[in-house]
């Protein structure tokens, strides 16, 4: 089982459409990163977050730590927010390095 | 402020060959780390350079190897490529001291034939 779980895999909704896409760990963090890929390749690191819920424009991503779980949305999906969107923990035994889960793809159509 | 760059962007070698990628870090960070991300997959981490050494390691094998520089630019040397290797290798900048957030290049797509 892999220490970074997201769901789902794939998604598809229409502009306009609220987004949720889920992240669960298994190991203990000291944070939380929300990152988008492009087609190309392109890593875009969106949050950071250790507790809590953080906002920017549409985007907003929160955390429970003792659920270990964390939620990524998007409210009023566009087509230029398709892409894949990967969460990634940063373990608390070992900061210097990110675990990734595999992502989730995103399709938006007009 | 240049982000984080790598080069070349795209790269075809044939098995048994050797590979050198390049990174430069972003501005004011000196830690470089880099990830291997297979088709469909999300990366992996293969090793983190500080102060010029290797500081961590992934489970990667000895083919990979790597370098910084002290003006904190990275290379990644894969030896004896076999067609497993075909990836997005992505190189990744911080700072140690700083906050746990990695600011990710481009990244380079290696074909092996």
């Known amino acids: 089982k892999n220490e970074v779980e997201q769901s789902p895999q794939n998604l598809t909704a229409q502009e306009g459409e609220f987004i949720t896409i889920n992240c669960s760990y298994s190991?203990?963090?000291?944070?939380l990163h929300w990152l988008q890929q492009h087609p190309g390749g392109g890593i875009v690191s969106l949050f950071m977050l250790s507790s809590g819920k953080k906002k920017h424009g549409r985007l907003i991503a929160t955390i429970n730590i003792q659920e270990k779980h964390s939620s990524l949305h998007i409210t009023a999906s566009h087509p230029r927010d398709s892409a894949v969107y990967i969460c990634a923990v940063s373990p608390y035994t070992n900061t210097d390095k990110l675990i990734f889960g595999t992502g989730t793809r995103l399709q938006v159509f007009p | 402020d240049a982000g984080v760059t790598q080069s070349p962007t795209h790269l075809i070698k044939t098995r048994g060959q050797q590979v050198t990628l390049r990174c430069s870090p972003k501005s004011g960070h000196d830690t470089v780390s880099w990830y291997q991300q297979a088709l469909g997959q999300g990366p992996q981490f293969i090793f983190q350079?500080?102060?010029?050494?290797?500081?961590q390691r992934g489970n990667f094998p000895d083919r990979f190897s790597g370098h910084q520089f002290p003006n904190y630019s990275s290379e990644l040397n894969v030896n004896a490529l076999l067609l497993g290797d075909s990836a997005l290798y992505l190189c990744?900048?911080?700072?140690?001291?700083?906050?746990?957030?990695?600011?990710f290049g481009p990244g380079t797509r290696l074909t092996v034939t």
């Open positions: 350079y500080y102060e010029e050494e290797e500081r």
């Open positions: 990744a900048s911080s700072s140690v001291g700083g906050t746990y957030e990695q600011y």
């Open positions: 190991v203990g963090i000291s944070a």
